[in-house]
């Protein structure tokens, strides 16, 4: 079995975690910018922390055999400060050129506020400015399909924004209808309780079929499974799926979408 | 197209244990002492998906627990989701 982690909070785990990764068969991870479990107190903070994504994990990573490639935001449940955004926002660029970022993400919004969206729409100027790629993170539980909605709406309301450039993650069964029929890519977050469990999601790719979606650990500080991707894959497998079918959900299909980067350099062998 | 029996072969004992917990969560919930609680209301209607008969039951169910309006909340006063709508004068 071979897979890319598309998305994984890798600063969050352990040595142990990258070396289970690998030797499940992960040939890749991608590391979106999140919120780190605590509200920074400056915007050093982030500054540090978008070193750390840039330059020391990318090494940490090789140490496995693993490419590491990440992307920046200030994460929306620090978006409510919008002194705080903008003062982030602004060291963004800086960073931008590192050999390892492709995008902007994780944006979107968490609890759905006016100040969430005034940072989306100004992380959707950043991006749409320097031709990045969008990951987007959609709220949680009670919050998804609203959530989801807007930020839809604002990504197609900027007509710069490519929606086969954007990946609208989290998706869930109420939420991925609307991703797909408005041709953005999906992303199956594989979380124990707050998302879609190993068994939704392979009854999501039934319903919706495989083009346009991955599925993704988010693996961070919280309860969450690094090995959720290759478990997914095995119970694909369980319940008769085609071994190419798998292989196009957690490997091709991340390399697919990642490769609108020229930064992302695709895993020999594909 | 999945083949039923082995669908059942694959998950029933797996969705029977899930369906008793929460046969003995709702136990539980009525032993405790306490007043009305959104969450369960949302939870006790959202069950009513499982009896429809219809198809999409998880995506109605998860429809049940949403936030069914469509304009940005003034301010974000928490960063948590509790997983059921509180209602427009509790959000």
Redesign the interface.
């Known amino acids: 079995m071979r897979y890319i982690e598309p998305h994984g909070h890798m600063v969050s785990r352990t040595t142990d975690d990258y070396q289970a990764m690998a030797m499940a068969g992960c040939q890749a991870v991608s590391e979106p910018a999140f919120?780190a479990g605590f509200d920074r107190s400056s915007v050093q903070g982030f500054y540090d922390y978008f070193c750390q994504l840039t330059q020391h994990e990318p090494r940490r990573a090789a140490m496995f055999g693993l490419p590491h490639y990440t992307w920046l935001c200030i994460n929306p449940?620090e978006s409510?400060d919008l002194k705080l955004a903008d003062e982030v926002l602004a060291i963004i660029p800086e960073f931008m050129g590192s050999p390892n970022v492709l995008g902007i993400g994780e944006i979107g919004l968490?609890?759905?506020?006016?100040?969430?969206?005034l940072v989306l729409e100004k992380h959707i100027d950043l991006a749409a400015s320097n031709d990045q790629l969008i990951l987007v993170h959609t709220?949680?539980?009670?919050?998804?399909?609203?959530g989801t909605?807007?930020i839809l709406d604002a990504l197609k309301s900027d007509s710069r924004i490519r929606p086969e450039r954007c990946i609208i993650d989290h998706v869930?069964?109420?939420t991925v209808g609307m991703v797909l029929d408005d041709g953005f890519w999906a992303g199956m977050t594989l979380y124990p309780e707050t998302k879609c469990t190993s068994?939704?999601a392979i009854?999501i790719l039934?319903l919706y079929g495989n083009e346009r979606i991955w599925m993704n650990s988010a693996c961070d500080w919280g309860i969450s499974v690094p090995l959720a991707v290759p478990r997914a894959a095995q119970e694909m497998k369980?319940?008769?799926s085609d071994p190419g079918q798998i292989d196009k959900v957690i490997y091709q299909n991340p390399i697919e979408f990642m490769s609108q980067s020229p930064r992302f350099t695709a895993p020999e062998g594909l | 197209m999945?083949d039923r029996k082995?669908i059942l072969d694959?998950?029933f004992l797996d969705a029977r244990a899930r369906l008793i917990d929460i046969a003995a969560f709702m136990d539980r919930v009525d032993r405790a002492d306490g007043g009305d609680d959104f969450r369960y209301d949302a939870f006790r209607a959202a069950l009513k998906a499982l009896e429809s008969g219809k198809p999409?039951r998880?995506?109605k169910m998860?429809?049940a627990?949403?936030?069914?309006?469509?304009e940005?909340?003034?301010?974000?006063?928490?960063?948590?989701?509790?997983?059921?709508?509180p209602g427009a004068d509790n959000a």
């Open positions: 919120w449940k409510e968490n609890k759905n506020s006016r100040n969430e969206m709220p949680h539980l009670e919050d998804k399909r609203k909605r807007l869930e069964e109420h068994n939704r009854d039934e369980r319940r008769g | 999945a082995n694959l998950y999409d998880a995506g998860l429809l627990f949403s936030d069914p309006t469509d940005p909340i003034t301010a974000a006063t928490t960063k948590a989701a509790c997983g059921a709508w």
